[in-house]
């Protein structure tokens, strides 16, 4: 059997993957040119997103690495899919990978870190986000996933005589490790009762269109807990409640950039994932999945806000508040239907810029105490007044309108879909969020020290990045259901 390629479909992850492999090359004959490197890492970005950009004008969806009709049954399978939901996935990644490779500028300018392996292990990263919403069967969804995740492990540890950023690296390991295993597990079951990898066909036969091999009489009870198990190994990629404890002090142990990208790239791969697995593969078993993905949400959220009420250190308090917003993008697939997919992406989409802004300003900062940031707001008005705005819309209160309408468009989903306990402690968790948002953001404003802010240009530019997105979707939050609704 001979598959044909189409390239362009794959064009996105293929021109990252070039250019991981033309920065290590540019480090072993060029070594310590951080500006060549950085530039060459965001050319391969920028192609990648105008490969996005010429798919989502094409026609519509396009695919490759597809089994052939004739083997195939009534009609061709494939691997790798380029629809509306890879394209808004990509985009997203993409966007968010500018404004982390801006912010792995400035902090490589401190020295101690290998630019070329930092580059590399990026880009690598960035493959398989880029992959993993494309991926229509098992073993490219894991695969994709844990190109993911493993790099992220060395960029944790590149800051070298660092204990923090080696626990912290060992801990995520061993994290991921374990969940991977768990996902394993489940999708292991999951192929041996229904004999396929393909997400099309898992659909067929967990919905009963199609009978499950040496079970014609419907599906055994071990599917339980085969989509138990691969939820669960989602659960730690979004660290959903009750894998979420690692969260904090990766977090803080990782340099900023990489934290920004766990918060962001990371959490979007994870969320693709399961959302394709969930919807594509099992949807004829939301019976058994949205029950728990309810559950699951309201713990999660109302953990991470819980326990972002004690935090004194920023980069500990943004973990925990990451770890609520997926409780909030969690939220909507406790309802069936692909209205409630849509707003779980439209808050991803919204909820990326406002965090990426976040992190930028602590890069800034450079400075993790909470009462650091007294008087940042007359410091350095056009920071102190960015982190504000972004502050502001991760609570939903105006005039951050981008948060809530995020909010909204979750709340209505909910209580449309008849989750009405779930909306309710949604509610609830808004409110405790309100009140160490609103700490952060009035000490922005309070008299404080006049010392110095750190200034690297780069820091500067992907805090304007950012800004700009969390700027324009409080303008127009239409944009991003517009987007969403393309799935």
């Given amino acids: 059997m001979i598959q044909q390629i189409d390239y362009f479909v794959i064009a996105p992850p293929l021109a990252l993957a070039l250019s991981a492999a033309l920065v290590l090359l540019l480090d072993a004959f060029l070594p310590a040119r951080p500006v060549l490197s950085g530039g060459l890492a965001l050319a391969g970005i920028a192609v990648a997103a105008g490969f996005v950009v010429a798919q989502a004008a094409g026609t519509g969806p396009r695919s490759t690495f597809c089994v052939p009709q004739r083997l195939g049954g009534t009609a061709a399978t494939c691997s790798f899919v380029a629809d509306g939901f890879t394209l808004i996935f990509a985009g997203l990644v993409l966007v968010a990978a500018a404004v982390v490779v801006l912010m792995s500028m400035a902090e490589l300018a401190g020295g101690g870190i290998p630019i070329g392996e930092w580059y590399f292990l990026l880009l690598c990263t960035l493959v398989g986000s880029v992959t993993l919403p494309a991926s229509r069967d098992l073993i490219m969804l894991v695969v994709a996933l844990e190109l993911v995740s493993l790099p992220v492990f060395a960029l944790t540890a590149l800051k070298r005589y660092d204990g923090r950023a080696s626990e912290a690296a060992v801990k995520l ?20 009762i229904s004999g396929t990898v393909y997400l099309s066909r898992l659909s067929g036969v967990f919905s009963g269109q199609v009978a499950a091999p040496g079970a014609p009489e419907g599906l055994p009870a071990v599917v339980t807990v085969g989509v138990v198990l691969v939820v669960a190994g989602f659960a730690f ?3 959903a409640v009750p894998f979420h404890s690692w969260a904090a002090d990766v977090y803080q142990g990782a340099p900023l950039p990489v934290a920004a990208l766990l918060s962001v790239i990371s959490k979007a791969s994870g969320f693709a994932g399961l959302i394709l697995v969930l919807v594509a593969a099992l949807g004829g078993q939301a019976d058994t999945w949205a029950p728990i993905a309810g559950i699951v949400a309201a713990l999660t959220m109302t953990a991470g ?8 250190n920023v980069v500990r308090l943004l973990a925990w508040s990451s770890v609520a917003q997926s409780g909030y993008i969690l939220a909507p697939l406790a309802v069936t239907g692909m209205a409630a997919v849509r707003s779980s992406i439209a808050y991803l989409v919204i909820y990326a810029a406002m965090n990426l802004g976040a992190f930028t300003v602590v890069m800034l900062v450079s400075k993790t105490g909470l009462d650091d940031y007294r008087g940042l707001a007359f410091r350095r008005p056009a920071a102190g007044l960015a982190l504000a705005f972004c502050l502001i819309c991760l609570a939903g209160l105006p005039p951050g309108l981008a948060g809530l309408f995020a909010k909204v468009f979750v709340f209505r989903e909910i209580v449309a879909g008849g989750a009405g306990w779930l909306a309710l402690v949604m509610a609830v968790n808004t409110v405790i969020g309100l009140y160490y948002y609103a700490v952060w953001a009035a000490r922005l404003f309070a008299p404080g020290s006049r010392a110095p802010l750190s200034r690297p240009a780069t820091a500067w530019y992907a805090m304007g990045v950012a800004l700009v997105a969390a700027v324009l979707f409080s303008l127009a939050p239409q944009l991003v259901l517009d987007m969403a609704s393309l799935t």
């Fill in 305 to 312: 806000n819980l326990l972002a009420l004690r935090q004194r």
């Fill in 237 to 239: 990629k979004i660290a």
């Fill in 173 to 192: 390991f061993v994290v991921s490790v374990v969940s991977t295993a768990i996902m394993l597990f489940g999708v292991s079951l999951l192929y041996g």
